[in-house]
């Protein structure tokens, strides 16, 4: 193995065990209690005549105030993947590349590739 190709390799691992790194840290939560107040109030008024002509007037308030609680989880996704390619041409000779990936909308990704080949392109991804 030459100097080069060893290099390489060393290259490799290294991103390889920072991607690792980096994907067993715990993602971002967020947390959020959310409180959520119903109010009902019934109030009834009661108006009573009397055989004499006196008038009592009843008021009664029923306060039927509920309070919705709840907890809210987000997860915070990583926006971007960066990825080391290895591989063999047909030659049986070794190829590098990358790739780089952008999340556009929810768990879709679009990207790009390039490897030693001179060979390039785009990608679209889905993450499940």
Do not use: C, H
Not at 22 to 30: D, L, R
Not at 31 to 40: M, N, Q, S, Y
């Amino acid at each position: 193995m030459n100097n080069v190709t060893k290099l390489g390799i060393v290259a490799v691992a290294l991103v390889a065990s920072f991607l690792y790194g980096k994907s067993q840290a715990p993602t971002k939560v967020n947390t959020v209690e959310v409180v959520k107040e119903i109010r009902d109030i019934e109030i009834v008024k009661q108006e009573v005549t009397k055989p004499d002509g006196s008038k009592v007037v009843t008021t009664t308030t029923k306060d039927k105030t509920k309070l919705d609680t709840r907890n809210e989880t987000k997860i915070n996704k990583p926006n971007w993947k960066v990825s080391g390619l290895v591989g063999l041409n047909t030659d049986r000779k070794t190829v590098y590349g990358a790739t780089i990936d952008r999340r556009i909308v929810g768990n879709v990704f679009v990207g790009a590739w390039a490897t030693t080949e001179k060979t390039g392109g785009i990608s679209i991804g889905l993450e499940f």
